[in-house]
């Protein structure tokens, strides 16, 4: 059984500032882990997968994840928050089995942006 | 290259009646699947395949069929519509090439169940 916890539906920061979304996993397996952004009316982006290789991963719009192990965290980070950044993000972890890769989402955490 | 489309964009339907949301993906994907999206639940899985003649039930089938005929196409059939089924459909597809894989979703569909 797989599942994942985001914590905190609702975020908010100030313009320029950082941005920490939290998301926690548990997987009876080695997992993979994603995150994906939503923005309003519109399907789901992939912002960065883990996939077992550097347990720092970089994706677009310049967030990034570090997979730690011992915590079973996959937090998303952006060092300085930009107005665009406002969407819904989910956290998403899916066995390393082949034949086995249903995708668990989390709930979601929308990210207001203060001017 | 369209990706992954999804038809229609915007349904309203009565209670009891019947229909079949469209998906097709051009990426020769083998993985394809259907969720469902619901304010403060996340996306939960309808039902998904692995190829071609093989589909499986996800975490909240009911209410609904699919089926698998070509490599191509996924089509979600509500039998016999609810209110509780008002909701934000996504169908996406994925590849699982050398274990190095994301799954695209589509633009959605979104249904109102009267």
């Known amino acids: 059984a797989q599942s994942v916890t985001q914590l905190g539906s609702h975020v908010s920061v100030s313009e320029g500032a950082l941005v920490l979304l939290r998301c926690n996993y548990s997987?009876?397996?080695?997992?993979?882990l994603f995150w994906y952004v939503q923005y309003p009316n519109q399907g789901l982006q992939l912002l960065l997968k883990?996939?077992?290789?550097?347990?720092l991963v970089k994706g677009i719009n310049g967030f990034e994840a570090e997979f730690k192990k011992s915590e079973t965290s996959f937090h998303l980070t952006k060092p300085s928050a930009h107005m665009s950044d406002a969407a819904e993000y989910f956290c998403?972890?899916?066995?390393?089995?082949?034949?086995?890769?249903?995708?668990?989402f989390g709930t979601g955490t929308r990210l207001t942006i203060i001017p | 290259n369209a990706g992954v489309t999804q038809t229609p964009k915007f349904q309203v339907l009565k209670t009891g009646q019947s229909m079949t949301l469209q998906c097709a993906q051009d990426?020769?994907?083998?993985?394809m699947s259907w969720y469902r999206q619901d304010p403060g639940m996340g996306l939960r899985l309808i039902h998904y395949?692995?190829?071609?003649?093989?589909?499986d039930q996800g975490e909240v089938p009911n209410g609904y069929n699919v089926s698998r005929s070509t490599t191509e196409d996924f089509p979600l059939r509500l039998l016999s519509a609810a209110p509780s089924q008002t909701s934000v459909y996504f169908c996406?597809?994925?590849?699982?090439?050398?274990?190095?894989?994301?799954?695209?979703f589509g633009p959605g569909t979104r249904l109102t169940v009267t």
């Open positions: 996406a597809s994925s590849l699982f090439k050398d274990r190095n894989y994301e799954q695209y």
């Open positions: 997987s009876s397996v080695p997992p993979y």
């Open positions: 883990y996939t077992s290789a550097a347990t």
């Open positions: 998403a972890v899916s066995r390393r089995d082949f034949g086995n890769e249903k995708l668990t």
């Open positions: 990426m020769n994907h083998e993985y």
């Open positions: 395949s692995v190829g071609a003649g093989i589909t």
